[in-house]
């Protein structure tokens, strides 16, 4: 049934890392139509995770036509679109819109040699500039691949006629049929080539991965006019765009210093918002958003690999059908019984960044079992998030006493309990966990004069709440297990070399 006319809406595109979703937002903030597509990975080499553009382009549009769809509106009562999308993802294409290589995703560790010829005084000027630890997560050395190893690339690159992005400036310019070539803070924080205080591309950063400024995409605030998409008949602005977990995290309505929120996904991502910029040593500082010409900051830990760890238990395996069956063998277990998994498949990230750190499995008995292994890769998704938060308190002086969770892996209610007990502090689940897609619709709808900031706070909903049932002396011994698991995971790869 197709709604009043009169009544406008946001459409949020939420672009993952293995799926394209779409959400319509109605002038309430409630999701009245959703739609998703997945798409394919592909590891053409140990360590190199690619993905098709074209692919990501088709399953973005098929989804937002599934949501329309849904949500039985025309086209011309979308009022704004929101873009939330994979960060680090690292995109180069024609003008024309056709991609020169597959997109070299966010866990792709190709590039580690590039990161280790880098000087220390490099090192220091990234973490300096950029509030990022020196890593080949990062944007920056995928795009020095690229220009290094495609024939004749760099230059048509330095001829201006190839144009970088992250996975949003592609949709973006694709969107505006080629007009608009241009990005958010939030993405641009991600590459590695970014000054997050004065908020400009750094000249410094381009010469130290020889990438030619000509390439690189505007820059505009998370809140603002990128251009207008031909939705159908109806040309339709596109008014918000942010990285997936700044936007999960305006999603979470984390508006005051210290709220936190913790991502479950392919990879967990916790974000505490401090308000100003504030300097980490072993955690990301990045913008949170940017609105009205006022920036606000985040401390991040990026875990790489958390859900991808529990699908491949079940696809590469075979040892488990779903979540669900998890949670059930997890639960049929009094305890972990000594066996951790270290799922440090793409390396480990944030605190530890050892790009070289590999997956684990120990403590294994005769008795250790398909359960055991369960509930080993769902407490190492709260392990290893309670080792950020650990360094977050310790950094910031902030204790975390409460932490807002969402994403897939947040409908697991063992896991849920697991972290509230490992964390010691309350988690709170929202009604809607499709926290990515309200965020950035949030803020689209914002500049398009749907709801102020004030009125948004009021539409977060919780809708499950878990409180700490473990003992101090048990969550001790099972944190000392934990790291002494992770120490056998580090330095993996590398082992037998000269480092």
Not at 161 to 169: A, N, P, Y
């Amino acid at each position: 049934m197709v709604r009043k006319n009169s009544e406008k809406y946001v459409l949020a595109m939420d672009e993952g890392t293995s799926s394209a979703k779409a959400f319509v937002v109605d002038s309430s903030g409630s999701i009245a139509g959703k739609g998703q597509c997945p798409f394919n990975q592909h590891f053409p080499e140990p360590g190199w995770v690619e993905q098709s553009p074209e692919e990501i382009w088709n399953a973005q549009i098929k989804a937002a036509k599934q949501a329309i769809g849904m949500a039985g509106i025309e086209p011309k009562q979308i009022a704004s679109i929101g873009i939330a999308n994979q960060r680090e993802t690292t995109i180069l294409w024609d003008r024309n819109g056709k991609p020169v290589y597959d997109a070299i995703v966010w866990q792709d560790r190709r590039t580690s040699g590039i990161i280790d010829s880098l000087s220390r005084e490099e090192r220091a000027l990234i973490k300096e500039r950029t509030g990022l630890v020196a890593n080949s997560y990062f944007s920056a050395s995928k795009i020095k691949w690229m220009l290094d190893n495609i024939e004749g690339l760099r230059k048509r690159a330095e001829q201006g006629e190839i144009l970088f992005g992250t996975v949003d400036t592609y949709l973006i310019y694709r969107l505006t049929e080629r007009k608009v070539h241009a990005t958010d803070v939030t993405n641009a924080s991600r590459t590695m080539l970014f000054d997050i205080k004065k908020m400009e591309w750094d000249n410094e950063l381009l010469e130290i991965f020889d990438i030619p400024d000509a390439i690189l995409p505007e820059v505009k605030q998370s809140g603002d006019f990128y251009g207008t998409a031909a939705i159908s008949s109806a040309e339709v602005p596109i008014s918000g765009c942010m990285g997936d977990q700044q936007a999960a995290l305006f999603g979470q309505t984390c508006f005051e210093r210290g709220m936190v929120k913790n991502t479950y996904g392919t990879g967990n991502f916790i974000l505490m918002n401090t308000g100003r910029m504030y300097r980490s040593q072993k955690l990301l500082t990045t913008p949170a958003w940017s609105f009205g010409g006022k920036a606000e900051y985040a401390l991040e830990g990026s875990i790489f690999v958390t859900g991808s760890a529990i699908q491949w238990l079940k696809d590469k395996l075979g040892l488990v059908k779903s979540l669900e069956e998890m949670e059930s063998m997890a639960s049929s277990l009094r305890s972990n019984e000594g066996v951790y998994m270290v799922p440090a498949f793409a390396g480990l990230g944030a605190p530890y960044w050892d790009q070289y750190a590999r997956g684990t499995l120990v403590g294994m008995t005769g008795r250790t079992g398909i359960a055991h292994l369960a509930r080993a890769a769902l407490e190492a998704v709260a392990y290893l998030s309670q080792d950020v938060i650990e360094v977050m308190e310790m950094e910031s002086g902030i204790g975390v006493k409460e932490m807002r969770v969402d994403g897939g892996a947040s409908a697991n209610e063992f896991l849920m309990q697991f972290q509230s007990d490992i964390s010691n502090c309350r988690v709170l689940k929202p009604a809607v966990i499709e926290t990515t897609a309200l965020g950035v619709a949030y803020m689209a709808g914002m500049v398009a004069d749907l709801w102020k900031k004030d009125e948004i706070k009021g539409m977060w909903k919780v809708g499950r709440v878990y409180v700490p049932a473990m003992g101090e002396e048990e969550r001790e011994a099972l944190i000392e297990g934990w790291e002494n698991a992770v120490e056998r995971a580090l330095k993996w790869a590398s082992w037998g070399s000269d480092e």
